[in-house]
């Protein structure tokens, strides 16, 4: 049923390095969110965007950057990963409008060593 | 902060009746009441959700009060695939959805 796809879903990488996680939709969404979740855990909101450039930042601090240049893709970018950032990243989307249905991806795991 | 309370764990008999309670007291006239259900470490999915009136669906029954302070989902046949966190949210269309604790339920054999 859910149409909305986060790439890779694992990834471990190195210190330092800039890293962008995907996350695109197929179904017209305008409403985009980027969760952060450790294990066992709450999820946090991280990131948000309602269409095209819009951003906002979540109720979670995070280092990360997201942008909306499209309506079906909104990318989290860390420019300097760090052992910190070491967690579970989802992506959802929903329509809006009263409709407020939320579709989660699969997810990223990331490990940054 | 979530605006609802829900027991940390629960454990159900595989083929009985699971039935997850939320309190939500300080909910508003146009909030709705949603549960979404999350596996293992997988995106959390929608489940049912509700305003005032009970409703039902292909994966559950959502029973909510006539005040509205509470609800009670229901999964009339538990089955060890429905081991999982489930998770009551209140939400109103604009807002941001706030994810809980949740009632992590285990399905028993």
């Known amino acids: 049923e859910a149409d909305i796809y986060q790439t890779p879903r694992y990834l471990v990488i190195g210190t330092g390095k800039k890293i962008t996680l995907e996350c695109s939709q ?11 979740q450790d294990p066992g855990m709450e999820l946090h909101l991280i990131h948000y965007s309602y269409g095209v450039n819009s951003t906002e930042k979540g109720d979670l601090s995070s280092e990360s950057t997201v942008s909306r240049i499209r309506t079906e893709h909104f990318p989290l970018t860390l420019e300097s990963a760090r052992p910190s950032h070491t967690s579970q990243y989802l992506c959802a989307s929903t ?9 989660f991806g699969s997810g990223t795991q990331l490990s940054v060593l | 902060d979530a605006k609802t309370t829900q027991p940390t764990s629960m454990d ?30 997988q995106g959390p999915q929608y489940i049912i959700h509700g305003l005032k009136n009970n409703e039902t669906n292909e994966m559950a029954s959502l029973i909510i009060t006539e005040d509205r302070k509470s609800s009670t989902l229901i999964l009339p046949h ?14 109103n269309y604009g807002q941001n959805f706030v994810f809980g604790p949740g009632t992590r339920l285990s399905v028993l054999p």
Not at chain 2, 78 to 91: G, K, P, Q, S
């Open chain 2, 12 to 41: 159900c008999a595989e083929g009985r009746a699971a039935n997850l309670p939320c309190n939500h007291s300080t909910i508003s006239g146009n909030e709705y009441v949603y549960w979404y259900r999350q596996i293992h470490s």
């Open chain 2, 78 to 91: 538990a089955t060890l695939r429905d081991t999982a966190v489930y998770y009551c949210i209140v939400n």
């Open chain 1, 95 to 103: 329509q809006g409008g009263g409709n407020e249905k939320l579709f």
């Open chain 1, 26 to 36: 197929t179904m017209g969404h305008d409403k985009m969110y980027w969760y952060q």
